[in-house]
């Protein structure tokens, strides 16, 4: 389902939460989150200096599934879809390397083949549901911009 602010596909949110850290499934079934050794933290791993959101600059509000899918929907969008005018899914799929590398892509092709291909089994997953079932649909206030 098409975010017409953002302009990808949720898949999109699942392709980067599997490619950071596998969901942090393992994680989570200890009672914490995933943080990596550079100090990324949650399913996205993000870097809490560079949250959007200065209120969420410490590494436990990236704990919060609910609280990193915000951030991470917010990152994109200011970082990559904005900043790099990444409107298409080709342009987006490009530019991803941004979400794992920051202002720099060099060196990031493998990262930005991996999300390709991650995507395109997600999205085929994510588009095989039949339309009745109920998919868990983004309700954040984020999804709700029109600026």
Request: proline content about 5%; aromatic content about 12%; charged content about 25%.
């Given at each position: 389902?098409?975010?017409e602010?953002?302009?990808?596909?949720?898949v999109?949110?699942?392709t980067?939460?599997?490619?950071?850290?596998?969901?942090?499934?393992?994680?989570?079934?200890?009672?914490?989150?995933?943080?990596?050794?550079?100090?990324?933290?949650?399913?996205?791993?993000?870097?809490?200096?560079?949250?959007?959101?200065?209120?969420?600059?410490?590494?436990?509000?990236?704990?919060?599934?609910?609280?990193?899918?915000?951030?991470?929907?917010?990152?994109?969008?200011?970082?990559?879809?904005?900043?790099?005018?990444?409107?298409?899914?080709?342009?987006?799929?490009?530019?991803?390397?941004?979400?794992?590398?920051?202002?720099?892509?060099?060196?990031?092709?493998?990262?930005?083949?991996?999300?390709k291909?991650?995507?395109?089994?997600?999205?085929?997953?994510?588009?095989?549901?039949?339309?009745?079932?109920?998919?868990?649909?983004?309700?954040?206030?984020?999804?709700?911009?029109?600026?």
């Amino acid at each position: 389902m098409q975010s017409e602010f953002y302009k990808f596909n949720p898949v999109r949110l699942i392709t980067i939460g599997f490619n950071e850290s596998r969901f942090g499934v393992n994680e989570y079934k200890k009672g914490t989150f995933p943080i990596s050794a550079s100090g990324d933290c949650g399913i996205y791993q993000q870097q809490p200096q560079f949250a959007v959101m200065p209120s969420r600059r410490t590494c436990d509000s990236f704990g919060s599934i609910a609280l990193a899918t915000e951030q991470a929907i917010l990152f994109v969008r200011e970082n990559i879809i904005k900043k790099h005018k990444a409107f298409s899914t080709t342009k987006l799929d490009d530019k991803i390397c941004h979400y794992n590398s920051g202002n720099v892509c060099n060196g990031t092709k493998e990262y930005v083949k991996q999300h390709k291909e991650t995507r395109a089994k997600a999205d085929k997953f994510y588009n095989s549901v039949p339309s009745d079932f109920a998919l868990p649909r983004p309700t954040c206030k984020a999804f709700d911009y029109k600026g």
